[in-house]
């Protein structure tokens, strides 16, 4: 199996969150759930102040809480890329695998009464595109790719401080600073 991931450059993401509106957009998402998130991080003081911004999404585990503890086994791991989804036939909506992941990437859809995450957007690459947050970004931050292949390129850092251990689950995620 190929596990996919991602790669945030967070040294050239300006925090302009197009890739956050571009993926509620694709996805239809109202007010409040959100897929890709970016968070803004402020450290220092005068005159050495600094900001930067992070853009996350599902970070595809290599041990996912969410689905370790999915009581009914609704959200798995695909076999052919190991990208975390969720089975609407098999969702009753408890929200157990959004209180398990420590990055909150699963949401709950009110109108649908289930739970919602990013697919990597499965349908867009099944046309042979990249996921809309990653052709969306203007910066180029992000990519989307094998997981050995990102980390042979970028390295292996895959937590910044303000993010959860990345000991718990081992995310699919390569950052550079």
């Keep these: 199996m190929v ?10 993401c300006i ?6 509106i571009a993926c509620k957009d694709k996805n239809d998402l109202e007010v409040g759930r959100n897929f890709r998130r970016v968070y ?6 005068f ?12 970070n595809h585990c290599k041990d996912p809480k969410c689905v370790k503890n999915c009581p009914t086994t609704a959200i ?21 695998c959004e209180w398990n992941c420590p990055y909150g990437a699963p949401q709950f859809s009110e109108e649908l009464g289930k739970m919602t995450k990013c697919d990597t957007c499965l349908d867009l690459r099944e046309k042979g595109e990249d996921p809309v ?3 969306s970004c203007i910066m180029r931050a992000i990519e989307f790719g094998p997981i050995d292949e990102l980390r042979a390129k ?3 850092i895959n937590e910044v401080k303000g993010m959860p251990s990345a000991s718990i689950t081992q995310p699919n995620i390569v950052i550079h600073m």
């Design 40 to 45: 803004d991080f402020e450290e220092g003081s």
């Design 47 to 58: 005159p050495k102040p600094s900001i930067y911004h992070l853009s996350i999404s599902c």
């Design 15 to 20: 925090g302009c969150k197009t890739c956050t």
């Design 154 to 156: 970028y390295g292996t």
């Design 3 to 12: 596990q996919m991931g991602f790669y945030i450059d967070v040294a050239k």
């Design 133 to 135: 947050c990653v052709s």
């Design 76 to 96: 798995h791991k695909r076999a052919e890329d190991g990208v975390v989804v969720i089975d609407h036939d098999k969702c009753v909506g408890c929200k157990y």
